[in-house]
């Protein structure tokens, strides 16, 4: 439900969305788009992959794709592995819609397409 409101949101506010039901699914879409990709969004705890291992295997595909991570818990930047720092907010649950918005359209300032 939270991943259906994410992406109605994201699309209301003008992106391109594409949706992936877990970890694995999530790399290999990305895999299959990464020219195309300009933020990821991921939530911390996911079934399979965690946030960390999902965003860890894409940086091995595109090392500085924007990121921002979903989570209730209260976590800094330094509480993430060194490898996968750059280009990283989290946005802590629950937010409201402004505030992905918000973090979406800053983070995709990052990189250019």
Known sequence: MIRSLARKILEKAGFQVLVAESGQEGVRLFSENKDDVGLVLLDM????????????????????????????QVTELDDLPEDIQTSVRFLHKPYRAASLTEAATEMTALKPR
């Not at 079934?47 to 990121?67: A, D, F, H, K, Y």
């Open 45 to 72: 705890r996911m079934e399979g992959l965690s946030g960390i291992e999902t965003l860890r295997l894409i940086r091995q595909l595109s090392p500085e794709v924007p990121c921002i991570i979903s989570t209730g």
